[in-house]
């Protein structure tokens, strides 16, 4: 922000006399200034002017001289007012005493600046200069109206558009809920297959338990099957080693057989070869044929004893091993068919224990699945939720932005209003007072600077010209940006 401090000073002073009119400019610099009766030097701040208004005949030209100093940095104004010829206005006041300062009847001095013409180009330019700036001031001006209206136009659209981005909040809000239903539906779908797959879990504990039993009990009956083989092959063995002794003896038997008929009929032959005359004393007579009958009996008799002995024996053990191979042959039939139906439910339990996995899969599968949809669904929630609360804040910083850029612009253009107010009212100032001056008007220029204005003019009047002294502050505010 920068301030500036504007003032006006015009005097005048009635004398009599007929002489021209000049100008002596001091800018910052010292020169050498005509002066003559009827002038008046004012000076404040940097810039110094000096006006002088001459009239010839009856009319007194005054001189109004503007000086302006500047605190923001613009440049000062700059105005010369010359008026010359009759002045025939007519003071109604009463006539007052005409005094005179003594300093003003010294001789005058005509020396002529040399750099007056320069001067003059110099203050031309200025105000072209200033009054090009004052043009592109205007332009100014009106564009930022037009953005005025064109942000006031933002401003009632985005009002609008809150409005429907609550309806949009609204609706995702719904939609939020309803994914996060979902997910609730699906975690108490996964808490039931949780449920599902625990007691599937216990089925498949006890089938394996189940199975692991008939593998021992398979384990037991194969071993105890191994020893009945064992047996009945020690029986089997023990039958072909008792049918090898009972064939041993019955060649045995018929071989004694062989050799008890083979000394008989050796003994009868050499019985019936031989005679043999026994005497004896006591007259006995022996009888051999009932001593040889006799012993036949007893050795048939003893064969008759062991044949029957070693058949009884044998029948005996024979039945003994048929037994017991038919109970083996029973066990073992037994034994197979419990081994083949253990078989047949392992097979059977094999099965259900595949079928079991497979569900307890598709179970873990869909559970995964379920999860994996759950937390996708939670995330593009997520992801949606902070994509509109980004959004959101965009929307917001960018209202805000704006709204300061409106005060901004509003604070400009309440600037702008003021400063173009306080010409308007200064020229009309300036324009009024020189439409009350007499017959006599010396043609002014009007310069433009960056807050401050100067304007010249020339006036004449009969009767004794007092000298006024108007004097205008003001003080505004602009924005920082210079045009």
């Known amino acids: 922000m920068s301030f500036s401090r504007t003032s006006y000073r015009s005097g005048g002073s009635s004398m009599g006399g007929g002489m021209g009119g000049n100008t002596t400019i001091r800018k910052s610099f010292t020169s050498q200034s005509l002066a003559a ?4 030097r004012m000076s404040s701040g940097s810039v110094r002017h000096s006006g002088a208004g001459f009239g010839g005949g009856m009319g007194m030209g005054g001189g109004s001289s503007f000086s302006s100093s500047s605190a923001g940095g613009y440049g000062g104004g700059l105005g010369a007012g010359y008026g010359g010829g009759m002045g025939g206005g007519f003071h109604g006041a009463t006539i007052t005493a005409v005094t005179s300062n003594q300093s003003l009847l010294a001789p005058l001095n005509l020396a002529i600046d040399p750099n007056i013409q320069v001067v003059r180009t110099h203050e031309k330019e200025q105000i072209k200069t200033l009054n090009n700036r004052f043009a592109s001031f205007i332009d100014k001006v009106r564009f930022l109206e037009q953005q005025n209206k064109m942000l006031e136009t933002k401003w009632s659209l985005l009002q609008d558009q809150t409005t429907t981005r609550s309806n949009i909040d609204a609706m995702f809000e719904a939609y939020i ?6 997910l609730d539906g699906l975690g108490n779908e996964k808490m039931k297959l949780e449920g599902e797959l625990k007691n599937m879990q216990g ?5 394996k338990n189940k199975y692991e039993d008939e593998i021992n009990k398979r384990a037991s009956v194969e071993n105890e099957f191994v020893l009945l083989k064992k047996d009945v092959d020690g029986a089997y063995m023990n039958k072909v080693e008792l049918e090898a002794k009972v064939d041993a003896l019955q060649d045995e038997i018929n071989f004694l057989r062989a050799v008890y008929e083979a000394e008989l009929r050796e003994l009868q032959g050499q019985i019936k070869d031989t005679s043999v005359v026994v005497e004896m004393d006591n007259s006995r007579n022996l009888d051999m044929d009932s001593i040889v009958a006799e012993v036949r009996a007893q050795y048939e008799d003893i064969a008759n004893r062991s044949r029957a002995e070693a058949e009884t024996w044998y029948k005996q053990k024979y039945e003994e091993m048929q037994s017991s191979a038919g109970q083996y042959g029973e066990d073992l039939r037994s034994t197979k068919t419990e081994i083949a139906e253990l078989n047949r439910m392992i097979a059977r339990l094999q099965n259900e224990i595949e079928s079991v996995k497979g569900q307890r899969a598709n179970l873990e599968a869909q559970i995964a699945e379920a999860e994996e949809r759950g937390e996708l669904a939670v995330k593009d929630a997520k992801l949606r939720i902070r994509d509109l609360e980004d959004a959101l804040q ?6 805000a932005r704006q709204v300061r850029e409106y005060q901004e612009l509003m604070n400009v253009k309440l600037a702008l209003d003021i400063e173009i107010a306080t010409y308007r009212k200064l020229l009309e100032g300036e324009e009024s007072s020189a439409g009350s001056g007499g017959f006599g008007y010396g043609g002014g220029s009007s310069s433009y600077g960056g ?3 100067s304007y010249g003019g020339g006036s004449s009047s009969y009767g004794s010209g007092g000298g006024a002294t108007i004097t205008k502050s003001m003080t505004s505010t602009s924005s920082s940006r210079r045009f």
């Open 37 to 40: 009766p009827g002038s008046t």
């Open 394 to 399: 965009r929307a917001k910083q960018d209202m």
């Open 451 to 453: 807050g401050s204005s």
């Open 177 to 182: 809920s309803n994914l996060r239903r979902q």
């Open 203 to 207: 089925l498949v504990e006890d089938f």
